[in-house]
């Protein structure tokens, strides 16, 4: 039998089951049986009683009765489907003679964008599409900053167009996401899952182990699971639009934990298009190191007014920083360094925010204003901003 209840009904329906569940349960043998309650009929009776307090254009969902009530919504399950068979043949799968990953067709004109890990050192690009046509692809340019890479094949096959891209700022906690790609070489598998959070960061692999901190901003956070093969392909939001490009996950085995690491959109539409025009992408640069957030104990160390804002703990010599007269803090007592408040008038509350705002809302060249706290008194310092070497 199968009817509709308001969703508002489906705690209610939960609670009946257990009630229906505990009237029917065996009796020993020593206890007489007790007659069997109709449960059905209670259920039928109280959703009647209950639906009639609620606004009649409340959304409701089919409910199926086999004995006892039990929801079931087939809505996203269409909706995963659909974008599967949308999606999936604009997904590739990378080899290379090191190892694969996965991408995904970004214009008509057979580029391809990865991840920068997936090609990097690669002497031969083989690119699979989900028909099972190969070609070989060239490396047009790559970021190893932001772990990015683009790639071009020759023609598209028939069919395969460009997956569209979300707007940057669409993305929201808690919003349903699909991961497409190769993990362990299984070409196109999807995933579900959600975005955990928002405006992490990703350290770059430039110079790993002597002690660069470059870092890419707004990174996602999803529990979509990533495994290694992932790498390069799409995060997608239900509509089939890319969000992000997964790249990384946090994990003590080299495998999916539940918490995975995309680069966001905004970096995509930021970046690729220098990769594609001239095979690497110029960074704004500010000479200075930051504390990446002022803790409590900090606050007391440094003897700062307030946490919120970024701490300069050095400067590069002769760089935009040090031509500005920003001062950065004693190397001995860590104190008397310039707390950054504001750029260009937008307020931050730590590194994080500084280092987003640069990588995308500025450019090499241009002059910013830095809003700092110096010992107590304000001031503003306009700041022209160097390429990053």
């Known amino acids: 039998m199968t009817t509709t209840v308001n969703r508002k009904l489906v705690p209610i329906i939960a609670l009946l089951l257990l009630f229906a569940t505990a009237c029917n349960v065996a009796a020993p043998a020593a206890v007489a049986q007790a007659p069997t309650v109709d449960t059905s009929q ?16 409340l959304e409701t969902v089919p409910v199926v009765q086999t004995g006892a009530a039990a929801v079931a919504d087939t809505e996203l399950e269409e909706a995963l489907i659909q974008l599967y068979q949308e999606a999936n043949p604009s997904v590739v799968y990378i ?12 214009s008509d004109e057979g580029y391809i964008v990865t991840n920068n890990h997936v090609v990097e050192g690669s002497s031969r690009i083989e690119v699979v ?3 099972g046509e190969r070609q070989g692809a060239t490396l047009v340019g790559a970021d190893v900053d932001s772990d990015l890479a683009v790639l071009k094949v020759s023609q598209l096959p028939d069919g395969v167009t460009p997956l569209p891209l979300a707007g940057p700022d669409d993305l929201q906690v808690g919003q349903f ?13 999807m995933s579900l899952g959600i975005v955990s959070g928002l405006g992490r960061s990703l350290a770059s692999q430039r110079g790993q182990g002597s002690g660069s901190s470059y870092s890419l901003p707004d990174v996602i956070q999803t529990d979509a699971p990533i495994n290694p093969g992932n790498s390069g392909g799409p995060l997608l939001n239900l509509q089939g639009e890319v969000v992000g490009i997964n790249s990384a996950i946090a994990s003590t085995t080299g495998e999916n934990s539940g918490v995975g690491f995309s680069i966001p959109v905004r970096a995509v539409l930021q970046i690729v298009p220098g990769l594609m025009n001239g095979g690497e992408y110029h960074y704004p640069y500010i000479g200075a190191a930051f504390d990446a957030e002022v803790s409590l104990e900090e606050q007391s ?14 400067i590069t010599s002769g760089g935009p920083a040090d031509e500005a007269g920003l001062v950065a803090a004693n190397t001995t007592t860590g104190r008397g360094g310039d707390l950054v408040v504001s750029i260009d008038g937008q307020a931050i509350s730590n590194f994080g925010d500084l280092n987003s705002y640069l990588v995308f809302h500025t450019t090499v060249g241009q002059t910013i204003e830095l809003t700092i706290l110096r010992q107590g008194e304000q001031l503003v310092l306009p700041l022209t901003l160097g390429e990053r070497p």
């Not at 080899?95 to 970004?106: A, D, E, K, N």
């Not at 160390?301 to 050095?314: E, H, I, K, M, N």
């Open 42 to 57: 209670i259920v039928e009776t109280v959703l009647s009683q209950v639906e009639q307090q609620l606004p009649q254009q």
């Open 95 to 106: 080899v290379t003679p090191s190892g694969s990953g996965s991408g995904f067709v970004y």
């Open 129 to 131: 599409f989900a028909i």
């Open 177 to 189: 996401v699909v991961a497409i790609g190769n993990p362990f070489g299984e070409q196109g598998s």
């Open 301 to 314: 160390a440094y003897r700062l007014d307030q946490t919120q804002g970024a701490y300069v703990v050095s």
